[in-house]
């Protein structure tokens, strides 16, 4: 097939977020033809072209400025290109005008639209079937935000959200088939919703870089993400704010690791003067620092897909406590419940912790059921197989 594929994120380099175009370019790279349109940010290096560039014939970048700027100056640029372009930003208009160009010129079998922003695609390529990767509810995950949020900052959500709401319902009017990375997201999506027919595309976790080196368990708490994405800057606050003081009451020499890039100022704050805290920062190379974990502690208040920080840390054989949130992400049309403790409220997840604190004290064996299920069911190999199946599926039917 000839496939366009149009991203809100350029798929390199593979930080978590990335993984997900990336992978699913390269494996059906193998036996179809690929474009690829991808919006990009500040961060973006041409340099990072040369990682995707052996699996597409073509790539294209628009540079989007939505994220390089202050709440209120968000707010204000989003209510004008509500007025001006329907919701859209400058860089969602220029990619779908060249989607448009390029389908033209040279028609696709199939359009493959990943995320929320290239939406205006949608509108440009006729009655080309379109396969829309929502991946998560994101209109959901910025509801339960709104729970915890600052009141400077519910403003801009509620905003976000309505807008996330409306491109939902757009691309379920216009998609054949949308994907999703967990069934939780589906069903919050589609509520109910018959039509249009719906997958579950689950990330997979690349097994023989996550592993573990040392045959015991570490003796600390960890987490780990990126830290200036606000559903883990919140968990690392909650987690040292509200859920460790508990444990400190009972082993007050625990030490608790915070693994992950842009820490933001106010999660800094809270560690300056604790010398059982270790909030890293940037590092090359996360396993080394995972190995420091008797535990793995992810209590997420909000959050939408799946958590790959979760699948990682359980492909290192580190027992995960998580919360009902962050686990739902994890299910599939399956019933087999994900390898993992489950606890949402401060006492119970400090209760969770101690528990397997003493367990690694006594057993330092790595927990290799979770590692066993992360590698049954977190694939690329099957995510690609699920994906090709699909446009092979909706081309026939056009």
């Known amino acids: 097939m000839r496939i366009l594929y149009a991203s809100d994120n350029f798929p390199y380099p593979l930080t978590s977020g990335l993984l997900r175009h990336y992978h699913l370019i390269r494996g059906l790279a193998a036996r179809h033809e690929i474009d690829l349109l991808s919006m990009v940010g500040a961060d973006f290096r041409e340099e990072h072209r040369a990682g995707i560039q052996p699996y597409v014939s073509r790539i294209e970048t628009f540079r989007s400025v939505a994220r390089n700027r202050s709440i209120v100056v968000k707010a204000t640029r989003r209510a004008i290109d509500h007025i001006v372009a329907g919701g859209a930003e400058a860089a969602s208009v220029a990619l779908a005008a060249r989607a448009e160009e390029l389908h033209a010129a040279h028609p696709y079998d199939v359009v493959v639209l990943s995320g929320r922003r290239p939406y205006p695609v949608a509108s440009v390529i006729g009655s080309t079937p379109l396969v829309v990767d929502l991946c998560d509810a994101t209109s959901a995950r910025l509801a339960t935000n709104l729970i915890y949020a600052s009141a400077p900052r519910r403003a801009l959500l509620r905003y976000q959200m309505g807008l996330a709401r409306t491109n939902e319902r757009r691309l379920i009017a216009r998609s054949e088939h949308l994907l999703f990375a967990s069934a939780r997201d589906r069903d919050e999506v589609l509520d109910g919703a018959s039509k249009p027919d719906a997958s579950v595309l689950p990330n997979g976790v690349d097994h023989e870089y996550w592993q573990r080196r040392s045959e015991v368990l570490g003796d600390e708490v960890v987490f780990s993400g990126a830290m200036h994405y606000p559903p883990n800057d919140d968990a690392a606050r909650f987690l040292l704010g509200e859920v460790m003081p508990h444990v400190w009451q009972e082993a007050p020499d625990t030490r608790v690791r915070i693994v992950g890039r842009d820490p933001t100022e106010r999660l800094r704050a809270i ?47 580190i027992p995960v406590i998580t919360s009902p949130v962050a686990a739902a992400g994890l299910r599939d049309d399956t019933a087999e419940p994900p390898i993992l403790v489950v606890e949402n409220d401060p006492p119970g997840f400090a209760h969770e912790i101690l528990m397997a604190l003493a367990r690694a004290r006594s057993d330092p064996r790595p927990d290799e059921a979770a590692r066993r299920f992360v590698v049954e069911r977190f694939r690329w190999d099957r995510a690609v197989e699920i994906l090709e199946e699909v446009l092979e599926d909706v081309r026939r039917a056009s």
């Open 271 to 317: 560690a300056s003067d604790d010398p059982r805290v270790t909030i890293t920062g940037f590092v090359d190379d996360v396993r080394p620092h995972l190995e420091h974990g008797a535990v793995y502690a992810a209590p997420l208040r909000f959050a939408s897909g799946i958590q790959n920080k979760l699948l990682e840390a359980m492909a290192m054989e």
